[in-house]
């Protein structure tokens, strides 16, 4: 008995199926897009605390770097005015022949500040990701800091190269120096304590934040 093929029944075009069809295609892409930039938004939000940590940190061991470097030069000078008073001291002595007969004088002893995370936080492009006025303040906190950094390089190679540096030579250095450290120390001291507060409120936040 021959087997005869059913006519195949011709399907009619669904505009509802297709409809149907591009918005599943359309969901899946939106909320891989939203997923993604979920993802994007915490991962920034990670780099951004450990950005804000490492210059917290940064800053604070450069208030007491800076600390201690203000406290030696200020009293230093206290003892160099008092020597002066009692004794006639000529600018173009020798320097480390006067300075000498300080009490507490253990050479010129500057504060090594560093900058390494807040170069690292600008190479990683972290800082991109801080509120402007923030940035501009850190911003303007390390220009200061460099300006430091200078004026050290600075006193070191003029009292290496001259052997025996004039008093006046000595004493200018030195009174620069605590100018610049009068100013960078508390800044540095008030920085390390708004963004280490900032950064923990941050974390405490993301933490509560994450699905």
Same mark, same amino acid.
């Given at each position: ?28 892409? $939106? ?39 203000? $406290? ?13 008073? !009692? ?23 500057? #504060?090594?500040? &560093? ?12 800082? #991109? ?5 923030? !940035? ?6 390390? &220009? ?6 200078? =004026? ?13 540096? &004039? =008093? ?28 280490? !507060? ?8 993301? $933490?509560?934040?994450?699905?």
């Amino acid at each position: 008995m021959l087997n005869r093929r059913r006519p195949s029944a011709k399907r009619e075009f669904s505009w509802r199926q297709l409809a149907f069809e591009v918005f599943v295609v359309v969901l899946g892409v $939106t909320l891989a897009l939203g997923a993604n930039e979920i993802r994007q938004h915490f991962v920034d939000q990670r780099e951004e605390q450990v950005a804000l940590r490492g210059i917290a940190g940064e800053m604070q061991y450069n208030c007491d770097r800076l600390t201690q470097a203000q $406290t030696y030069h200020e009293r230093v000078l206290a003892e160099l005015d008092s020597v002066r008073a !009692a004794q006639a001291l000529g600018t173009q002595e020798n320097g480390m022949v006067a300075m000498r007969q300080l009490p507490t004088w253990r050479g010129y002893n500057p #504060a090594f500040v &560093t900058t390494a995370a807040y170069e690292t936080a600008q190479a990683k492009g972290a800082l #991109a990701l801080f509120p402007y006025e923030q !940035a501009l303040g850190i911003g303007r906190y390390y &220009t200061l800091v460099g300006m430091y950094q200078g =004026l050290v390089r600075q006193a070191l190679g003029v009292l290496m190269q001259s052997g025996e540096p &004039t =008093l006046a030579q000595v004493e200018v250095t030195l009174r620069i120096s605590a100018e610049l450290q009068r100013e960078l120390a508390p800044m540095s001291c008030e920085g390390a304590r708004q963004l280490g !507060a900032e950064s923990t409120s941050a974390a405490r936040d993301s $933490t509560i934040a994450m699905p």
